[in-house]
């Protein structure tokens, strides 16, 4: 039942309000994409900013650990949470502005995010086709800058909305203020677990520049004949590559990339590739490169291991799956053997893209 029923509270008792409106000592195995099964004390569901507002201010709730819930895709629960989960579903997608170039789409936190990408390609605004089909929703996109396929949220982003947790201040922040890099922003830094996304702002392009320059997006075309793609066949050709490549967690609970891909020095690549032709590499300026996290996790020998109920995706061994009833301890301990032979075997450190509970 909605939140709208806290205005209600004045009247009614403390186990009145929660049978109504907050759900206590919930199952949280449907609501991650691992599907652990683990529970927290309280869940509320949030429908809009002011329903956010009243339970953030709410003197029952106010002391109580938080944690800010979208579509669960990239969260590792190792254990129940003792205090009160906020399930961000604000609904709504609006156009705010537009002219002959480019169109200013808003959108509640709680949209699911492959829904937004959908409508805008069916809009033919361009700018976030590539990022079809990533889980999870919109507001939790700006938390790590999603990306996929030579594209990322902070290349159409315009700016978003929330609310401080503590002071329930509403703050507005623009592109430059999130300090969006590969996976990272300012939300996973000095705003860590302190600020909730209720909106964001996106601007699109109607004459959309089409990019295809992902090496599979490329073969794809090829293969297809296609020599001027629409956004349309972007979002199809991306969506039947990632289908082929990744698991769907509803068959195999998983969270995507465990890891990020790890940037080095240029000068550890060299030496490194010295020892080991064949570790890709991408650019990320003059003297950085990204090198795939997969490629070193495969060369240690972890493709399609398996452990107990953990092991890593046959086809992508970045991606640990949840093979049974895995706690999260279990998946914890099995990404971090592979973190240390990762370390022992090429002296690269491997950081967490999942978030660990
Ligand atoms: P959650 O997992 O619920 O939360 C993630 C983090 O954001 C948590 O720290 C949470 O506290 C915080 N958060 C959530 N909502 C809000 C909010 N409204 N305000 C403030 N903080 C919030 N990611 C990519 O970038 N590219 C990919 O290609 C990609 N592919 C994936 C494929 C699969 C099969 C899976 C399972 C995941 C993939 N991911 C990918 C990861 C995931 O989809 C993204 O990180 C996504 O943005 C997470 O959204 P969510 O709503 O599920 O967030
Ligand atoms: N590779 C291997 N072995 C494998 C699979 C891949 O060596 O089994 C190597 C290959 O060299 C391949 C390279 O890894 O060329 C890249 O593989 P892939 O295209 O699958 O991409 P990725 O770098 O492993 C990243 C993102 C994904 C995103 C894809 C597509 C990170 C941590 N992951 O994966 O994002 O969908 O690129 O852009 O940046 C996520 O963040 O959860 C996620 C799934």
């Known amino acids: 039942m909605k939140y709208i029923l806290l205005n209600l509270k004045i009247e009614k008792s403390f186990e009145e309000k929660i049978y109504m409106s907050i759900k206590k000592n919930h199952s949280l195995k449907e609501l991650n994409t691992f599907g652990i099964d683990v529970k927290a004390n309280y869940l509320a569901e949030i429908f809009s900013v002011n329903e956010l507002k009243d339970v953030?201010?709410?003197s029952e709730f106010n002391n109580l650990p938080k944690l800010i819930l979208g579509g669960g895709s990239n969260i590792l629960f190792?254990?129940?949470f003792e205090g009160l989960i906020l399930k961000i579903s604000i609904p709504g997608i609006n156009?705010?502005?537009?002219?002959k170039e480019n169109v200013i789409v808003e959108s509640g936190a709680g949209v699911v995010w492959n829904d937004l990408v959908n409508y805008c390609v069916e809009k033919k605004f361009g700018g976030i086709e590539n990022l079809v089909l990533i889980p999870g929703t919109v507001g939790a996109a700006p938390i790590q800058n999603i990306g996929a396929y030579g594209q990322e949220l902070k290349d159409t982003f315009l700016e978003l909305s929330g609310v401080f947790?503590?002071?329930v201040d509403e703050k507005s922040f623009t592109n430059?203020?999130?300090k969006f890099s590969y996976r990272n922003s300012i939300f996973k830094n000095e705003l860590k677990d302190k600020f909730i996304v209720t909106s964001i702002k996106l601007r699109l392009k109607k004459n959309p520049e089409i990019n295809s320059s992902y090496k599979d997006i490329l073969d794809e075309l090829r293969k297809s004949n296609i020599s001027n793609p629409s956004i349309k066949d972007i979002s199809n050709i991306v969506a039947s590559?990632?289908?082929r490549k990744l698991p769907d967690p509803v068959e195999f609970g998983n969270a995507g990339s465990f890891f990020k891909n790890p940037v080095i020095s240029l000068t550890q690549f060299e030496e490194l590739n010295k020892k080991y032709p064949g570790l890709k590499s991408f650019p990320v300026d003059d003297r950085y490169v990204k090198i795939s996290a997969a490629w070193l996790i495969e060369k240690c020998g972890w493709k399609g291991k398996q452990s107990g109920n953990v092991g890593t995706y046959h086809n992508q061994p970045l991606v640990l799956?949840?093979?049974g009833n895995a706690t999260g301890s279990e998946v914890f301990e099995f990404a971090m053997e592979i973190k240390e032979s990762v370390q022992t075997k090429f002296g690269v450190t491997l950081q967490n893209e999942v978030n660990i509970i």
């Open 176 to 178: 430059s203020e999130c």
């Open 56 to 58: 953030l201010k709410d």
């Open 241 to 243: 590559i990632r289908r």
């Open 321 to 323: 799956i949840n093979y």
């Open 165 to 167: 947790l503590d002071s």
């Open 95 to 99: 156009i705010l502005d537009e002219n």
């Open 78 to 80: 190792t254990k129940d």
